[in-house]
């Protein structure tokens, strides 16, 4: 009788495969031949997971934006394109108008000294190349020809002040607009991203209100308005836009192409930023320092009427966050604190299972944010630098100025939106060719690896006949890291390399040079932004997206803070 109970709980073991439930973990065993596993690969098992478990609760793709018709993205593009050209219409005349208020403020305050202003002008230092610029930079700032004469505002005590107004109007900038990150972040995730870019639209309008009065009233006090404005950066400004704008050609992407219109987004931004500085510095010089202001208030508005009637309203991250939590029965235990600093928490160390089951702590998006910051620490001044350099130098004025950034902007922009998408998709293609290869040679070399007897016959003719389609996913995902992290890489190297060229400068025309050759190490910030997500998952929630995106978008910020002190 025993015999009898025996044989028959052999014959339902025999019955019952404990791996027949799970294809993923049976086509992981096959797979499993050595104890060494890269990191993208313990990423890609880990995105695989919870893709597999999100499908079975939902019986549907997690990563469903095929919904969005694809010309909701070139209505985005548009829409960077026109915020951007209305945040680069005072970015010239802004300078040259400190630097006049600070002169006409200087010499209302010290008339005796107008007949000895031409004597500083020849005393003073001009450096010869680019890199000794750089080492006095804070003493330099942009000039002011009068017509008929030599520059009275060139002296060291008006270019002293001018820079220090100038650096206070940056940082305060930079630190207001960190706040307006925090906070666009989390309006995202509670009232949707479409109100969150009309918000980040419509202040900065206000603000170019204010800036308005403050060109009006002229001198001191017109400086001390203008730099009062910027606190209204807290509410909306160009860290913002860029989040939401981010955040929105994600949720409307799919999964692959997110990293190449990431780049796209980004050259739109720059194409419109570029002629903002053309437009802003041909108007200044065509009618007044103040007519760019006015101009640009006007393009804020019709920005904001273009996002208003154009852009679709997608559900806010939270909404979407109760739905599957009321499908699947789970609570949210993020508290509200929690989730405002978000970003906050997307570099730190993560834990990941191995294929071979080992526990192992990643820093991967650690080191990837320490990368970026120090790419825009060494390279982030560089579009400012050029402005001065130019014009202290080789006395350059707000058209010459708008025309150098123009063309520098404009070729960056067009290098991401249309260059930039194509070398991901061949990196990606040439990476996935490379890896297919390696495959093949390492399975027909382990076919009499000494793990293959731990297979038992029947599973490995069922991972020998069966399509082996979570491992295709696998490799599909770790094709795609591997390159994006490549070419965030050399990205960096060749921006280095290429700043090194702008100190042999030793005339006007080489200018523009640099201004041409620059824009071909652009698309750091995009690849890094692609790697991001893409070390967030497939599965990543709308939230988890918007606080990854926040989280470089934060170190670009403090990196740019840092380099403007």
Not at 242 to 268: K, P
Not at 284 to 307: G, N
Not at 514 to 522: R, T
Request: glycine share 8%; with cysteine.
């Amino acid at each position: 009788m025993s015999s009898l109970r025996t044989n028959s709980r052999r014959a339902s073991a025999e019955q019952h495969d404990p791996y027949e439930d799970d294809e993923g973990v049976r086509s992981l065993l096959s797979r499993t031949r050595s104890q060494e596993v890269n990191v993208a690969e313990s990423i890609a098992v880990q995105d695989l997971v919870a893709v597999e478990s999100h499908l079975t609760l939902h019986d549907e793709e997690p990563d469903s934006t095929n919904k969005w018709p694809k010309g909701i993205k070139y209505l985005i593009l548009l829409c960077a394109f026109l915020t951007s050209l209305s945040f680069g219409t005072t970015q010239v005349p802004l300078l040259y108008a400190f630097r006049l208020m600070t002169c006409d403020a200087y010499y209302d305050s010290h008339p005796e000294e107008t007949t000895s202003a031409t004597q500083q002008i020849s005393s003073a230092n001009v450096s010869t190349s680019l890199l000794s610029y750089a080492l006095a930079a804070g003493e330099h700032i942009v000039t002011a020809k009068v017509e008929g004469g030599p520059d009275r505002c060139s002296i060291h005590a008006i270019e002293s002040s001018t820079a220090l107004s100038v650096s206070l109007l940056g940082a305060s900038t930079t630190v207001f607009g960190l706040a307006n990150l925090f906070l666009t972040g989390g309006l995202i995730k509670r009232i949707g991203i479409k109100p969150t870019l009309l918000i980040n639209v419509f202040f900065p309008a206000v603000r170019l209100l204010i800036q308005n009065v403050g060109v009006e009233v002229w001198g001191t006090t017109g400086i001390i308005i203008v730099q009062s404005s910027q606190i209204i950066t807290i509410l909306g400004g160009p860290s913002g836009y860029i989040l939401t704008l981010n955040t929105f050609i994600t949720e409307v992407t799919e999964y692959e192409g997110r990293t190449a219109w990431l780049g796209r987004l980004m050259g739109s931004m720059m194409v419109g930023g570029a002629l903002g500085f053309l437009v802003g510095g041909v108007v200044a010089e065509a009618f007044d320092i103040k007519a760019p202001f006015r101009l640009a208030l006007a393009l804020f508005i019709i920005a904001s009427i273009y996002a208003a009637i154009f852009l679709p309203r997608v559900a806010a991250a939270e909404a979407k966050t109760k739905d599957l939590n009321s499908t699947t029965g789970k609570k949210n235990k993020q508290g509200a604190l929690a989730q405002f600093f978000g970003p906050l928490f997307v570099f730190a160390p993560r834990k990941y299972v191995r294929r071979d089951g080992i526990i192992q702590t990643e820093y991967g998006a650690f080191l990837l944010a320490w990368g970026v910051f120090l790419g825009i620490l060494a390279t982030g001044y560089l579009q400012t630098l050029l402005q001065l350099f130019a014009t202290d130098v080789f006395e350059f004025g707000t058209k010459d100025n708008g025309w150098l950034i123009f063309m520098y902007s404009t070729l960056r922009g067009l290098f991401l939106t249309f260059v930039f998408p194509r070398l991901i998709t061949i990196g990606r293609k040439y990476t996935a060719k490379q890896e297919q290869s390696s495959d093949n040679g390492e399975a027909r070399s382990s076919e009499s690896s000494e793990r293959q007897p731990l297979l038992t016959s029947e599973t490995s003719s069922t991972a020998a006949t069966k399509p082996d389609a979570p491992n295709r996913k696998i490799e599909k995902v770790q094709q795609q890291f591997t390159f994006d992290l490549t070419y965030a890489r050399f990205s960096l190297i060749a921006d280095g390399l290429l700043t090194l060229l702008c100190t042999f400068v030793r005339s006007g025309w080489q200018m523009y040079v640099v201004a041409a050759i620059l824009p071909f190490a652009a698309g750091t910030g995009s690849a890094a932004k692609g790697s991001i997500l893409q070390m967030a998952g497939r599965s990543a929630s709308s939230s988890k997206r918007t606080d990854a995106l926040a989280g470089v978008s934060l170190v670009e910020n403090i990196a740019r803070l840092s380099t403007s002190e």
